[in-house]
C-alpha cells in the first residue's frame, strides 16, 4: 500500500472517530490522540523526514489537508453536540405556561403602622409639621418644663422607667437631670418651643414608655401622638373644631364627639374628648359600658405657666395640645377588644387590616 493510500485509509478512521464522539469530553479526548505529542496525525507529520524528495511535497500536501479537516471536524462536532446539550437542558427546564402562577406575599405595613401615618397625613392636610424627638429623655423635659410638680404621681418609680447606673442606685434618682425612657411624646413639643419661635403647629408621633402591666387596656409601650399649636389668637374654639375634624376624618361622619373637663398639668383648661361608640350607634352596649360613649384622647389649652419654660409670652399667644395612643385608636376604629392582639404577631388577625 502506497503513502498516499495509508494517509487516506487514516483519514476515514480518524473521521469516523471524531463522528462517534458522544460528549465534550470524548471530542477532547480524539482530538489528543489524533493531534497531541504522540496522536496519529502528529507521528505521520514527524515521518515526512524519512519519504524521498520527490515525494516530500505530494505527501506534505495530503497530510496538512488531513490536519485541516480533522480540526473543522473537531469544531463541527463540539458545535453539534453543544446544541444537542443546549436543547437537552430547554427541554428539561420548559416551563409549563397552563399551569397557575405561584405568588409569593407581598410584606405590608403594620396597622398602628399604618394608622400612625394615616393620622400625620390628616393633620399635615391642615397644616401641621411632623416632627420627632429622643425616646430617652431627662426629667426636666418630661416633667418640669410640663408643668409636673416635683410630687406629681407620674414621676415615680411605680410610673416611668427611669435609667440607673450600673450600681442599681436608684436611691441616688432625683432631680431633674435624671435619665428615663420618655412616658409621653410632650418633650418634642418643649424642645421644638425651644429652637423655633411661634406659630406652631406641630404633630409628634413616637413610642413611649409606662410601667404597665399589660391588658386588655394598657401596655407598656405604645406609639402616641401628640399635637401642640401656638399661635396668635388660639382659643378652645380652635381645639374643639379640629378634634372634630380629626374624629370625622379617622371614624367617619356618623360618630359624634364628646368633651367632658379634666386635669392635666400641661394645660388649663382641660377635658378628655369621647367618641360615640361605633357598634351601638350610641346607644349603650357592653362595648362601651352603656354608656353610648367611647373614651379616645386628652387636650386642653396650653397652661401659661409652660410658656415661661420656652421664652414665649403668654400675653400674646395661646395655644392647645392633645394626645391620643395609635393602639387605642385602633382598638375603637376596628372593635378591637384587646391591645395585646396588636401585638402578638398573628397573622390571622393582623391580614384583616
Request: include cysteine; charge should be negative.
Amino acid at each position: 500500500m502506497s503513502l498516499l493510500e495509508t494517509i487516506e485509509e487514516q483519514r476515514a478512521l480518524m473521521l469516523a472517530r471524531i463522528e462517534a464522539a458522544r460528549s465534550n469530553s470524548d471530542v477532547e479526548r480524539v482530538r489528543i490522540e489524533l493531534l497531541g505529542k504522540k496522536g496519529s496525525l502528529t507521528t505521520l507529520l514527524h515521518g515526512m523526514g524519512q519519504i524521498s524528495a520527490d515525494m516530500r511535497a505530494t505527501v506534505g500536501k495530503a497530510v496538512n489537508q488531513l490536519r485541516d479537516e480533522v480540526e473543522a471536524a473537531l469544531t463541527e462536532r463540539r458545535n453539534v453536540l453543544a446544541a444537542k446539550e443546549l436543547e437537552a437542558r430547554i427541554s428539561a427546564e420548559v416551563i409549563d405556561i397552563t399551569l397557575p402562577g405561584r405568588s409569593r406575599p407581598i410584606g405590608t405595613q403594620h396597622l398602628i403602622s399604618r394608622l400612625t401615618a394615616e393620622i400625620s397625613e390628616i393633620f399635615r392636610g391642615i397644616g401641621y409639621q411632623v416632627v420627632e424627638g429622643r425616646e430617652v429623655e431627662t426629667a426636666y423635659y418630661n416633667f418640669t418644663a410640663l408643668n409636673a410638680p416635683p410630687d406629681h404621681p407620674s414621676r415615680s418609680m411605680q410610673d416611668t422607667f427611669y435609667i440607673v447606673d450600673r450600681s442599681g442606685d436608684i436611691e441616688a434618682i432625683s432631680g431633674e437631670t435624671d435619665v428615663l425612657l420618655r412616658p409621653q411624646t410632650s418633650p418634642v413639643q418643649i424642645r421644638t418651643m425651644e429652637v423655633k419661635r411661634p406659630p406652631l403647629y406641630i404633630l409628634a408621633p413616637g413610642r413611649v414608655y409606662r410601667r404597665d402591666t399589660a391588658d386588655p387596656t394598657h401596655l407598656p409601650q405604645f406609639t402616641q401622638i401628640e399635637g401642640l399649636v401656638v399661635d396668635e389668637g388660639i382659643t378652645f374654639g380652635d381645639l374643639k373644631g379640629t378634634l372634630e375634624y380629626f374624629c370625622r376624618q379617622v371614624f367617619g361622619s356618623d360618630r359624634r364627639t364628646r368633651f367632658r373637663p379634666h386635669f392635666f398639668p400641661f394645660t388649663e383648661p382641660s377635658a378628655e374628648v369621647d367618641v360615640s361608640c361605633g357598634i351601638c350607634g350610641g346607644v349603650g352596649c357592653r362595648s362601651c359600658g352603656g354608656t353610648g360613649w367611647l373614651e379616645i384622647l386628652g387636650c386642653g389649652m396650653v397652661d401659661p405657666n409652660v410658656y415661661g419654660f420656652v421664652d414665649i409670652d403668654p400675653e400674646v399667644y395661646s395655644g392647645f395640645a392633645f394626645g391620643m395612643g395609635v393602639e387605642r385608636i385602633a382598638c375603637l376604629k376596628y372593635n378591637i377588644p384587646d391591645l395585646r392582639m396588636l401585638l402578638e404577631g398573628d397573622m390571622r388577625f393582623l391580614r384583616q387590616f
